[in-house]
């Protein structure tokens, strides 16, 4: 190892981000035990563990916010901040109660600009029904941070059975919450200075309590949001951990108008680019229409995108626009640093 | 408020940072509920919340490490991972349990840095009796961030009545369990090339299990562990919050004589400089000798400092050496920038 260097490509949600975690994960030598419903070694959006008196179980989940810029169309670090951790609490099946915020600030940060963000937080956070209960605040010297990190942990409860990533099963049916990569596509179009040739903003929100109705009915098997990686990492990782086949058909996949122009000029692709706001819901294929009908109401494009098949095991494939088939996978490294 | 900077003074846990807090409190609107047995609000070393079954009560906690540089003599950032959040659950009489980590680290990061680091947060996590259950991991470019800086968010379950710093009462001896100011004075010896001139350890330490038996004993008043802004910024503290007086007698408190004259050199003063594995322990002055006499099981120095009287009130008074008397306060800014 000696001379081996951490890469950008070890946090873009890909293969390499898995085999880093991997070596931290070995490092420390965490490990589940018997009080963990979910263990820290499922590697899911979060742990759950059983309280000590049995009456109770919670969630936590961490997230650090590394986004750049800070603000961006759509909203800003602020917004994902909540949208992070909230969304990782509600795709546990969980009801998000507390979180708390380490802010780390370069010197020289604009003081207004932090009270922005702030204020972006706590009605955020209002909105998403949780409350910062604790904090804690860095100031780094000017040079050794860029900007404003921020990062946010959250407890929820939970009173059902966690929902996994291992929990697909052949027959069911994969929803979209709403249109695919808007998100990194506004963030990148920013950066490349594209941003006066698109009005396309960022889809960052917290998905409770939106999605609260359909979290707490049990035909749900698999829920995720496609955040580093995209759909393709997403979607991936529950195809491994449930050991089943996922078949999409492009055809049926939402996109933005104004977002795939913006990943093709730059080489990227927009199945591996990162949404803040959607969700990937697995359900029994019985109850689809009733959950699509209720989705719809909060977004129009809302959609089913595909069916659980059982072979090949572990693979997404995808059947493309013009009839043939694609093997999704993780992507390798990472297509855009700092995307949340 | 326009282009007002955030500056190194409001990271330094002085009154300017109590500034810099209270603004992004007010900013967020943080408020306290009907659940809260400690809430935000009261600025504690952690939140203390009773579950919705009413059976149990949790304390939640998050700290950053910025820690420079992140080897030091007596540990590493990993040491203080671990050491930052247990102390903060410990001082709030609290069973610490889990922890979450989250790494932000830079391009070009030494894996075999990061495996040591990891082994570290592992191993004394480990000792601590707390488990690592949630994580996440952001690497950023070069030169955007400096070297790793890890958060560490931690749950604990409270049984007894939360230890709180506006607890101390008239009459109560106030506790310091070893030496002052060891942790940042090694961390400045080190940055100013002194290290080849002295012996001086970080005290870097998790007082869990140590404090077990201490902690769980309703005769403590009051705990907080001396970090940022050292033993003056956290008497004080103590004292405000209790409205009374605390008064320490110069000639008792115990430093490494290798500790003072790197702060002298230096023009700080030692007062108020961080302890990492330290806790002051405020009690019943009837308790005194049998608690004291715990402590000096575990480490010799711990030793009585002061008392609580009376007037003036919000005040620390210190009789000094030479048959004075000061009036320590809270330091304005920073006296050592990253040195947890």
Same sequence: chains 1, 2.
Wanted: charged residues 25%; aromatic residues 2%; proline residues 4%.
């Amino acid at each position: 190892m000696r001379d081996i260097k951490v890469d950008l490509s070890m946090g873009g949600g890909g293969k390499r981000m898995d085999q880093l975690i991997d070596l931290i994960g070995k490092s420390i030598r965490i490990h589940n035990e018997e009080e963990d419903i979910v263990g820290p070694l499922q590697m899911d959006d979060g742990a759950v563990i059983t309280l000590p008196d049995k009456t109770k179980n919670i969630v936590l989940t961490t997230d650090s916010h590394t986004v750049d810029p800070i603000f961006f169309q759509g909203g800003n670090i602020g917004d994902l901040v909540i949208a992070g951790t909230v969304n990782d609490l509600t795709m546990m099946g969980a009801i998000p109660k507390y979180l708390t915020i380490g802010m780390i600030i370069e010197e020289g940060f604009l003081l207004e600009d932090l009270v922005k963000i702030c204020k972006t937080i706590g009605e955020k956070a209002r909105l998403a029904e949780v409350r910062i209960i604790a904090g804690d605040t860095k100031v780094m010297p000017k040079g050794t941070i860029s900007n404003i990190v921020i990062n946010s942990t959250g407890l929820g409860i939970i009173t059902r059975n966690p929902i996994q990533d291992s929990n697909a099963k052949v027959g069911d049916k994969i929803i979209i919450t709403g249109e695919i990569g808007n998100h990194g596509a506004s963030l990148i179009a920013l950066r490349e200075g594209m941003e006066f040739s698109t009005s396309l903003a960022s889809d960052v929100k917290a998905l409770w309590p939106e999605l609260k109705d359909i979290t707490i009915n049990n035909s749900v098997h698999c829920m995720k949001d496609p955040t580093r990686g995209g759909l393709a990492a997403a979607l991936t990782e529950i195809a491994t951990k449930s050991n089943i086949c996922i078949e999409i058909d492009e055809l049926l996949l939402p996109f933005n108008p104004q977002a795939v122009p913006i990943t093709d000029i730059l080489g990227l692709d927009i199945l591996e680019i990162s949404c803040e706001g959607r969700a990937i819901i697995i359900v029994d294929s019985k109850h689809t229409f009733r959950i699509l009908e209720q989705l719809q109401v909060i977004d129009k494009a809302a959609c089913v995108i595909g069916t659980v098949i059982e072979e090949p095991k572990n693979k997404v494939i995808m059947k493309t626009e013009i009839g043939g088939t694609r093997i999704l996978d993780k992507p390798y490294g990472e297509p855009i640093p700092r995307v949340c």
